[in-house]
């Protein structure tokens, strides 16, 4: 057995930025690749990521980290990002342009809603009342309703209230106005650059896991604990290392599996679920789709989201053509999951708007389960109990967006992932 070291669980973001600090550790991942969700696919001539990936922090030391990171490979463009509704593109995220973008009914309506709803607004259980509270009872109905359904899966009376907190990023139409007037440079959705690295997102994780020990196609199936240690990590069902530390960036519902867990903490922890995304990769016989980073597909047809890498970066397709990359938001295991990469694209095709389906010369299909922790109207009472029961052992730290099940993104990955290496360089 090799000598005792922290052990990292997953190759991604989180994972790779504690062990770009720590250094003696090892970094176990399951793929055959680093990267996790922050991955750049090759596809012939055609990168795409799983989902368009931005870097945007409001922290101005982890900006300066990052710029520093990637140096001149950094590209950035102003900021085009439409939603497409019933036919017509309206601006994105939500400006108070789109209040004039509507008919003038749904002009009055929106208004009239808005201004009831802070007259009299409704107590905050939920991501409904909460997203009414914010924009209004009609435009909650035509932008958030049945779009939230589409990528949750589960109605907005059924989500926390917390997700708005986290999606929304502290906008509102109130705030909308407002940032018509006087730029709100703090707020996400509002950020007006695309800042990306010019070969893809991958390029983050590829530089953090400069001179690090990763091993690759090691899963972690099993851990052996003490009361209030993990003391051997195991992998491929077989292979046994001892642990000083041991970081997990792994989903925090399977981790649990490997912990003797009472029944209430496991019955808390499977009621914790993730959602899962499907890309579409669509090689285009054109040089561009359209000028936009981001368009959001309303509507009952299976495409909820696609990005066009091309307009991130030149690097990511040849300059004659292009590509668009569709997502699916499903749950792993559902029905469209289960379909075979070419009914999946074919379906993709027949219903997605906004293409010419001849100019489609290729597709490629890829999986991502794990994408999305779903915020439940109980996911906080649940994942309280899962986390309690953790802290019990005293050298297992939770880690990143699937790790410690919290929905983030790459800034907050990064700059955990550092304060936990040096946190633990310290103790
Ligand atoms: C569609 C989509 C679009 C996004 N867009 C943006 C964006 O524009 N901007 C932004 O900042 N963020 C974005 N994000 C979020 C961003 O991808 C994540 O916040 C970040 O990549 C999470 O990193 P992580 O290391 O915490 O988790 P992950 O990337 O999930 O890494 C976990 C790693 O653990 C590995 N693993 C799992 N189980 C095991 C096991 N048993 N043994 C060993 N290894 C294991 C996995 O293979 C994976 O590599 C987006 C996410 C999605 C899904």
């Known amino acids: ?21 720590l250094r003696d550790c090892t970094v176990l991942e399951k793929e055959n690749v680093i990267g996790g969700l922050a991955r750049t696919l090759q596809f012939n001539d055609f990168k795409f990521d799983i989902g368009g990936h931005r870097f945007f922090t409001n922290d101005r030391s982890l900006d300066i980290f990052f710029r520093n990171l990637l140096r001149e490979e950094i590209v950035e463009t102003p900021r085009k990002s439409k939603i497409y509704r019933k036919g017509k ?3 994105y995220p939500l400006r108070v342009s789109v209040v004039f973008q509507l008919n003038p009914v749904e002009t009055f309506l929106s208004l009239f809603t ?38 949750w899966g589960i109605n907005c009376s059924n989500i926390s209230k917390e997700l708005a907190n986290a999606r929304l990023q502290r906008v509102s139409l109130m705030r909308a106005i407002k940032h018509a007037f006087i730029k709100d440079k703090h707020i996400k959705s509002f950020a007006d650059k695309i800042v990306y690295p010019e070969k893809g997102i991958s390029r983050i994780p590829e530089v953090l896991s400069s001179g690090l020990d990763i091993e690759l196609n090691k899963q972690v ?21 001892a642990c000083e530390n041991v970081i997990s960036t792994m989903p925090i519902t399977q981790l649990i599996g490997f912990l003797n867990a009472p029944e209430d903490v496991k019955v808390a922890a499977r009621s914790l679920k993730y959602r ?16 936009n980073h981001w368009i959001y597909l309303h509507g009952t047809n299976l495409s909820g989201r696609l990005h066009e890498p091309k307009n991130w970066s030149s690097c990511m397709a040849p300059q004659d053509k292009t590509g668009i990359c569709v997502e699916i938001f499903c749950d792993k295991g559902d029905k469209i999951w289960r379909n075979n990469d070419k009914e999946i694209a074919h379906q993709v095709i027949r219903d997605l708007p906004l293409i010419e389906k001849f100019s489609i010369e290729d597709h490629y ?13 109980n996911y906080s ?47």
């Open 381 to 427: 009472k649940n994942l309280g109990i899962v986390k309690d029961f953790l802290s019990s052992y005293q050298n297992l730290f939770l880690l990143g967006r699937t790790g410690s099940f919290r929905y983030i993104n790459m800034d907050t990955c990064l700059e955990e992932g550092l304060r936990l290496g040096n946190f633990l360089l310290r103790h």
């Open 276 to 291: 899962s995304v499907i890309c579409v990769f669509l090689v285009l016989n054109k040089e561009h789709h359209s000028k």
């Open 221 to 241: 199936t099993g851990m052996v604990y003490s009361k209030n240690r993990i003391e051997r990590i195991i992998s491929n069902e077989a292979e046994e290392m």
């Open 1 to 21: 057995m090799q000598k005792s070291r922290s052990i990292i669980i997953g190759a991604g973001i989180s994972g790779l930025s504690c062990g770009s600090v």
């Open 89 to 91: 593109f309206i601006d």
């Open 365 to 377: 299909v890829v999986r991502a389960d794990y994408a999305y922790p779903i915020y439940d109207i």
């Open 114 to 151: 808005y201004i009831h709803r802070k007259i009299k607004p409704l107590t905050e259980h939920s991501f409904e009342e909460k997203t009414k509270n914010l924009f209004g009872d009609y435009l909650y109905k035509t932008f958030f309703r049945d779009y939230t359904f589409k990528v």
